[in-house]
């Protein structure tokens, strides 16, 4: 008998309606709320009068469409008298509990018509808190800070979550309306002009967005519909409903999110949080139906989209393909070389820092992209991960410092307060000259000492109190002794405010010249579509990175012992030049050794310090 391939069967996705205050033309609005257990819900709008109108029910959704302009603020009405915003509010000015009001997301002027987002392997991102990137905490006053990211050498911008939270402080995990752009940041107008300026300044704009969980005040969802389960736990509290019963709106919900930011916002990329909190067992995963649907807006409109995946899975199934049953993702964050190097700088232990701390497992990273494929794991006590092999760099996703591994520290320290300057410089030159997506944290490129601390202002007291509570207690662990600062201090978020002015000032200029030589060398030698040969010497403390580079090779040696040393060198045949040799004070000037012979010696390299040649070949031999 022959088989037939059929088209697949159209998606949930595409069977719902869209959920929340749809304008549809004229000052017209279509208004649509997911509610199956709710016998009635009114639509409430406040004009020059209130006016409270039934809406029809419809496969359990509620829906109305009715006159109501753009900037119409309402509410939805439940026979219980509860007044509430709309679970999909495209903006709520007056935070978590107040109205919900009606966004024309076509009235924005986009001018960036001429851009076009580059693909992962040329990529430098720069990771930032809308609220703490600047003293003002806003879009506007972040964009014109965007210009010293061009000269930096970046490519894109990722702002942390962005969706409504309660209160003007928080990271942005706790946000409960996904559709709605922080108030305190400049809601969605402020969203819209921020990434029209990056673009204008053609750096593409990622967006971290929380899809395992919703924080918990101002949470509504629960009021409408069966939006969580019971059948798994998370750190969060009750896992989002993806493969129960009635998940099928569920998944809309979500999957309509991200192609709401990535469409209406003109968003580059998503950064999806701790997918290891997402459960589903179901034949078709959530990640690959979202990405599936990404991938088709990308095809519409002919624009190169991003989907990257935050996990600790060690799970190659986020990244290879779907003929090998994979969701296709097109990177993931790689935790495993920030624990490498963190470990072999501040030589801590505890944690999960417990399963590094040697050369090796750094050279494990940099050849495969993590650590763990499968081999026991001390800290998780079981065998951990599986085999990423064939998998290309572009799909790690790295760093020396991002918002977890700092924030996540009791103190909230930063690694510049951790180690000395040359080490800073020293795993500077591992970031960059890897092989992998760099990904840099706001501050980091100037050695930024103020911490990033661990912020909210939840106006719900007995929640704010079971917060700190809980961030003191989650630290016994670690054994980090001293007080843990209190979440709800507004003087803990003013404290983790940057300090930009201290880039104009030494040892952090040095620093920030040394990020943009390393970056400015990565794109030359085009490193991010190479991968290299690696050869550690744990003994002396070497490692060394050689790349196929084209019109040159590229070797890149790491020394990460306390005492200066000399290193008999083997360089590939050619002549060669130094580059860079981080303990240098003229090592921003290439300095040429035409005589290749000269190389024959030996190299001092200084205590933590590293140094870069290339080499021509000439057609001679070394």
């Known amino acids: 008998m022959t088989s037939v391939i059929t088209a697949p069967p159209e998606t949930c996705v595409a069977s719902m309606p869209q959920f929340g205050a749809i304008p549809v033309g004229g000052e017209r609005c279509r208004f649509a709320v997911w509610a199956p257990k709710v016998a009635e819900i009114s639509l409430i709008l406040y004009g020059r009068k209130r006016l409270t109108l039934p809406m029809r029910v419809d496969s359990g959704f509620h829906i109305a469409e009715v006159e109501a302009p753009a900037g119409t603020p309402y509410r939805l009405l439940l026979p ?19 109205v919900s009001v009606v966004v024309d997301p076509c009235s ?64 942005g995990y706790d946000g409960v309306f996904p559709f709605a752009v922080q108030n305190s940041y400049g809601g969605p107008a402020g969203l819209a002009q921020f990434v029209n300026a990056a673009h204008e300044r053609g750096i593409s704009v990622f967006l971290d967005v929380v899809y395992n969980h919703l924080g918990p005040e101002g949470n509504y ?67 690959a139906e979202l990405n599936e649907n990404v991938q088709q807006l990308a095809a519409r409109t002919g624009r190169r989209l991003h989907v990257i995946a935050e996990s600790d899975l060690n799970d190659s199934r986020l990244l290879r393909p779907h003929s090998e049953g994979g969701y296709a993702l097109d990177a993931q964050w790689s935790d495993d070389l920030h ?43 079981r065998c951990h991960g599986n085999s990423p092999a064939g998998l290309s760099p572009e799909k790690f996703v790295v760093c020396i410092q991002n918002h977890d591994q700092v924030g996540n520290r009791a103190g909230g320290e930063r690694l510049a307060q951790l180690v000395d300057h040359e080490s800073l410089k020293l795993a500077a030159g591992v970031l960059l000259l890897s092989p992998f997506v760099p990904l840099l944290f706001m501050g980091e490129e100037y050695g930024e000492t103020n911490p990033f601390q661990y912020f909210t202002s939840h106006g719900d007291p007995g929640l704010a109190s079971a917060v700190t509570k809980g961030r003191r207690e989650e630290f016994a662990a670690f054994g980090w002794s001293g007080d843990v600062p209190d979440p709800q201090d507004e003087s803990t978020f003013h404290s983790s405010i940057l300090n930009y002015s201290a880039r104009d000032s030494e040892p952090h200029r040095h620093l920030l010249d040394l990020y943009k ?36 090779l590229l070797t890149a040696i790491f020394y990460f012992g306390e005492h ?36 024959r010696g030996d190299f001092l390299f200084a205590r933590r310090s590293f140094a870069v040649f290339e080499t021509r070949n000439t057609g001679g031999t070394s």
């Open 80 to 98: 219980d008298g509860r007044e509430l915003p709309d679970p999909a509010s495209r903006f709520q000015p007056d935070g978590v509990h107040g």
């Open 108 to 171: 924005f002027h986009w001018t960036d018509a001429g851009f076009s987002n580059p693909p992962l392997n040329e990529a430098v991102i720069y990771e930032l808190h809308v609220g703490t990137f600047t003293q003002a905490g806003t879009f506007a006053a972040a964009i014109p800070r965007l210009d010293s990211l061009v000269d930096l050498g970046n490519t894109a911008v990722e702002l942390m979550p962005v969706a409504q939270f309660p209160g003007a402080h928080n990271w």
């Open 221 to 287: 969802l629960g009021a409408f519909c069966p939006f969580f389960s019971d059948r798994y736990r998370t750190p969060w509290g009750e896992a989002v409903n993806f493969d129960g019963a009635e998940s099928g709106p569920v998944r809309a919900f979500f999957i309509q999110n991200a192609l709401y930011w990535l469409d209406q916002f003109h968003i580059d990329g998503l950064r999806l949080d701790a997918i290891h909190g997402i459960f589903d067992f179901s034949a078709h995963h959530f990640l």
């Open 339 to 381: 624990h490498a190097v963190h470990t072999l700088l501040t030589h801590e232990t505890f944690g999960y820092y417990r399963d590094f701390g040697s050369l090796e497992d750094l050279r494990v990273v940099l050849e495969q992209g993590w650590r763990y494929s499968g081999q026991y794991s001390e800290y998780r006590q």
């Open 517 to 552: 030589f390393l970056i400015a060398l990565r794109k030359r030698f085009g490193l991010g579509a190479l991968k290299p040969e690696i050869f550690v010497d744990e003994d002396r403390g070497f490692l060394t990175l050689t790349y196929a580079a084209k019109p040159a």
């Open 564 to 599: 200066s040393t000399p290193l008999p060198l083997r360089l590939p045949p050619g002549e060669s030049s130094l580059l860079i040799n981080s303990s240098d004070r003229a090592w921003i000037e290439a300095t040429p050794y035409p005589d290749a012979r000269w190389f």
